[in-house]
């Protein structure tokens, strides 16, 4: 079975810090993926990253980052200077290889970012 | 164009109507699917098209009734709706293939059931 732990519900920064997101999951599956979605209110889920388990990479955009790590199933997200644009609910989800469909997702994180 | 167009953005219905929810995409994807999304939880899957035909079906209750007339259309159509059945409905779609993609959203219907 799989499953993805989003242990934070809510976060509350100031605008210009830092913020980091974690997301932890299990899966049995050695070829799995990992994406990191933002549903701000108005509803459409967008897409941020996807990261595949064989590619242990972190990466960088702009102010965004993302760091892998299989030795301890975790897949978190940092914003570094947040914005109040960045307020939104953060979903980690994860897809196991092959042409199954289906997202596991976390139960979210709503990051409010107050200025 | 790398969007996935849903209408309406609102709904409410009563518990007699019939109704369609749609979704358009012309990123060329092959894979549609449907979510329900209730407040403060993840979005669920409900069905999941490929090449238009149907591949998924998360055991949804009947009056809930996909269809695909296109590879860039998805209707959602809708009948005997219950009170709980109110929530965000997003489409989705992604390119089919051996490699995996990710899901592109729409921006949902809300749809509320009277």
């Given at each position: 079975a799989q499953k993805v732990t989003q242990a934070q519900t809510e976060i509350s920064v100031v605008e210009k810090e830092d913020v980091t997101l974690d997301c932890v999951y299990e899966t049995r599956d050695t070829t799995y993926y990992l994406f990191w979605y933002k549903q701000?209110?108005?509803g459409e889920l967008v897409f941020l990253i996807r990261r595949n388990s064989f590619d242990e990479q972190n990466e960088i955009s702009g102010r965004?980052?993302?760091?892998?790590?299989k030795s301890t199933s975790s897949f978190n997200f940092t914003i570094t200077a947040s914005q109040v644009v960045d307020s939104a609910v953060y979903f980690c989800a994860l897809k196991r290889g092959g042409s199954n469909y289906k997202l596991t997702f976390g139960k979210g994180t709503l990051l409010t970012v107050n200025p | 164009d790398t969007e996935v167009t849903q209408t309406p953005k609102h709904l409410?219905?009563?518990m007699t109507n019939k109704k369609s929810l749609k979704c358009e995409q012309h990123?060329?994807?092959?894979?549609?699917y449907w979510y329900k999304q209730k407040a403060k939880k993840p979005p669920e899957l409900?069905?999941?098209y490929s090449y238009e035909k149907l591949s998924i079906n998360e055991s949804v209750p009947s009056r809930f009734s996909p269809e695909c007339p296109n590879s860039s259309l998805l209707n959602l159509h809708l009948h005997a709706l219950q009170p709980e059945d109110s929530a965000l409905y997003l489409c989705a779609s992604s390119q089919e293939g051996q490699i995996v993609h990710e899901q592109f959203f729409g921006p949902g219907t809300r749809l509320t059931v009277l």
């Open positions: 701000p209110p108005s965004y980052s993302w760091n892998f790590q | 409410v219905m009563g990123m060329g994807h092959r894979a549609m409900m069905f999941v």
